[in-house]
């Protein structure tokens, strides 16, 4: 069995930063993708950034360059690193993972369909 367990949300101003942690117990992590994905109110839950288990990354457009996706193996921790937010960043942000799936599936539409564990979520507000 895997769980997720996100923490590191908050309320931040337009310009500021956060880093959200996603805590991952699994027996191995080898196979496996993780994504963190985002749902603002009254839309669907899209992928934000993944990586697979060879280090391999992708992000949706709208955050290229300000949110950097790592994980620490040891730590078995996921990271999301998020600069320069903005208001249309104000979502609840979830982790995700799941097994041998290609790493395009986080951004893909419908890709959230393809990930079978999830956390419970944590929430970013970004104020203008």
């Known amino acids: 069995q895997v769980h997720l367990t996100e923490s590191g949300g908050g309320s931040v101003e337009a310009g500021g930063s956060l880093t959200l942690s996603c805590r991952i117990s699994?027996?191995?992590?080898?196979?496996?993708?993780m994504g963190w994905f985002r749902q603002a109110s009254g839309k669907e839950r899209e992928g934000v950034a993944g990586?697979?288990?060879?280090?391999?990354?992708v992000y949706a457009d709208s955050v290229k360059g300000r949110f950097t996706i790592s994980i620490d193996n040891d730590k078995n921790t996921l990271y999301l690193q998020m600069n320069s937010l903005n208001p249309e960043d104000t979502a609840m942000y979830y982790c995700?993972?799941?097994?041998?799936?290609?790493?395009?599936?986080?951004?893909?539409?419908?890709?959230?369909?393809?990930?079978?564990?999830w956390g419970q979520g944590t929430q970013v507000t970004v104020s203008s």
């Open positions: 990586i697979d288990s060879d280090g391999n990354t």
């Open positions: 699994a027996y191995n992590l080898n196979s496996f993708t």
């Open positions: 995700a993972a799941d097994s041998f799936r290609p790493v395009s599936m986080v951004v893909a539409v419908n890709g959230r369909n393809g990930f079978g564990y």
